[in-house]
């Protein structure tokens, strides 16, 4: 399979403390990686370096075509934009939003056209059990259903790379199995590469590797 994600040697230091200390990470395309290890290793930091929220001190991270250039913001734009899903442990949804129209959004952002916007976003909350729900907005949904419509959102653009980062967290057991089985069941469909943080031993199931990290490191892999 080709190479998605190549990360190469990064480093990121907020004052005098490195936090990232020479990280070299590759993914394929449609490949699924959990990344593990204890808080404050640095797993955060990767992901936002790989969102462009941080930039890296050193090293080079490169996504399909794009070599992220701090400098040019209109790619580092269009790189979060059209390139990366992201689901975050608490959702993210906008409150005011409703199921549908939050799955709608990244549609937004790159300007589809709202019909296609509309079918799509339709055709994702069906394909995670919410077609009924999807007028309703966020704080009437449980937890499970806030998430399962984060999926939802986060490959409403097709991207080439899921970023979830502990998606499971905030669940209980039996609503985060159900979404680690519809976030593995996303990436085979539109064959999306993802990079899954956890401290969940369980949640890598789903996954095809498992890095660890430590002290800024990533160490080894299984």
Known sequence: MSTILNVTA???SYGAVEVLRGVDLNIAAGE???????SGCGKSTLLNCLC???TVDHGTIQLGEFVYDPSQRGQMDRIRREWIGYVFQSFHLLPTLSALENVELPG???DMPADVRQARARALLQSVGLAN???????SLSGGERQRVALARAVMHRPQLILADEP????DSASGAVVLDLLQALSVEHGIALLLVTHDADSTRICDRVLHMRDGCIEDEV
Do not use: E, F, Y
């Open 10 to 12: 990064i480093r990121k």
């Open 32 to 38: 699924r990686v959990a990344l593990m290890g204890p």
């Open 52 to 54: 462009g929220i941080d």
């Open 108 to 110: 937004s952002l790159i």
């Open 133 to 139: 729900r999807q007028s309703h907005l966020p704080d």
């Open 168 to 171: 499971t967290g905030s669940l």
